[in-house]
Nanobody, 118 residues
C-alpha cells in the first residue's frame, strides 16, 4: 500500500530555514508528479511547489518564488521542500501529494506543521 509521510516541520524565527521531507513508500516518486501544498488556519489549501516527472520542470507559487525549492531523492524515494527566508505568513500545515500529473493526486500525506514567529 502506498503512503506519504511528511516530517521536518517545527517552529522557526522569521528569516530562518527549514527542510521538509516527504518519505514515499509503495510507489516510485521518480515516476510521479510530486507537489507541496499548505493550509493556514481559516484559509483554503494552496499549492506551494512541485516537480513533474515527465520533464516539464518545476512550479512554484508566486509567494514562495526565490525562497523555496523542491527536490527529489529518487534513490531513497524522498521528496523535499527547502524553505529559506521564512516569513510569518508561511505558517501553515504543509502536505505533500503524489499523482500522475499536476492537479491529479492519488495520495496525500498527513501534514507537518510549520510555524514562523515574527
Amino acid at each position: 500500500q502506498a503512503h506519504l509521510v511528511e516530517s521536518g516541520g517545527g517552529l522557526v524565527q522569521a528569516g530562518g530555514s527549514l527542510r521538509l521531507s516527504c518519505a514515499a513508500s509503495g510507489f516510485d516518486i521518480s515516476k510521479s508528479d510530486m507537489d507541496w501544498f499548505r493550509q493556514a488556519p481559516g484559509k483554503e489549501r494552496e499549492h506551494v511547489a512541485g516537480l513533474s516527472w515527465r520533464g516539464s520542470g518545476s512550479r512554484y507559487a508566486e509567494s514562495v518564488q526565490g525562497r523555496f525549492h523542491c527536490s527529489k531523492d529518487n534513490a531513497n524515494n524522498i521528496f523535499y521542500l527547502h524553505m529559506n527566508f521564512l516569513k510569518p505568513e508561511d505558517t501553515a500545515v504543509y502536505y505533500c501529494a503524489a499523482g500522475p500529473q499536476y492537479n491529479v493526486y492519488d495520495l496525500w500525506g498527513q501534514g507537518t506543521q510549520v510555524t514562523v514567529s515574527a
